[in-house]
């Protein structure tokens, strides 16, 4: 079974440019998360949508971030204009169950992709 | 707000049974406990999970004490393979209704040979 796919794995730029991330979840996996982590810090949920839905956006700086999940499978996230504290691991996961019911949830990471904002 | 706590580092030798705390006193009953563990430059990986009886995998243990408030993952043998950070983590539901991890800052297990 092929894993969850991100691409790049890593982006330079400079401040108050674009950048956007892609992610192809496990196949079959309706839900999909894209987490943020700091260097030192573990990741921080920034959005989670289930099928093409946004399920829970609270955490992402809307006025910079955005993102988006076509036909349910891929997703891409989007950062304009970057700031420096943008610097960090963007993390995809997906999983089988729903972020709407209770019990047990294994989701399954990506590699991640490394930005580094100059 | 992470709802867990863990020692920030641990060092084990090659062999032993290598024991990682957790404290997640603020958890409530129908929240389940995670494990991930991250090698540098990669994704966080699936190692285990509970909610009230400890659990046994291919993997590890996960020792849940009786009022759920903290927790122990147990590496029977570590290799220097297992040298990452840990993450504790609960699930937990928000006030939107929806479910989500809440990751503390882990448990950087250190395998010395």
């Known amino acids: 079974e092929a894993g969850v796919a991100q691409s790049p794995r890593y982006k330079i730029i400079e401040k108050r440019q674009s950048v956007a991330f892609w992610c192809n979840p496990i196949?079959?996996?309706?839900?999909l998360y894209w987490y943020q982590q700091i260097l030192g810090q573990g990741p921080k949920l920034l959005i989670q949508?289930?099928?093409?839905?946004?399920?829970?956006d609270s955490q992402l700086p809307k006025d910079r971030f955005s993102a988006e999940r076509l036909k349910g499978v891929d997703s891409t996230l989007k950062i304009q204009p970057a700031k420096l504290e943008d610097s960090a691991v963007y993390l995809c996961a997906s999983s089988l169950a729903s972020p709407t019911s209770g019990g047990r949830e294994t989701q399954y990471f990506g590699p991640g992709t490394r930005l580094l904002v100059l | 707000d992470a709802k867990t706590t863990q020692p920030t580092s641990m060092d084990c030798a090659e062999g032993r049974a290598a024991n990682l705390p957790c404290n997640h006193s603020?958890?409530?009953?129908?929240?389940?406990v995670y494990w991930y563990r991250q090698i540098h430059s990669q994704g966080p990986q699936y190692i285990i999970h509970g909610l009230k009886n400890n659990e046994t995998n291919e993997m590890a243990s996960l020792i849940i004490t009786e009022d759920r408030k903290s927790s122990t993952l147990i590496l029977p043998h570590a290799t220097l393979r297992d040298t990452a950070v840990y993450y504790c983590?609960?699930?937990?539901?928000?006030?939107?209704?929806?479910?989500?991890?809440?990751f503390g800052t882990g448990t950087r297990l250190k395998v010395l040979a």
């Open positions: 196949s079959g996996h309706a839900t």
């Open positions: 949508f289930q099928n093409n839905g946004v399920v829970d």
């Open positions: 983590i609960v699930r937990v539901l928000t006030t939107s209704g929806t479910y989500k991890y809440i």
């Open positions: 603020t958890i409530s009953g129908n929240e389940y």
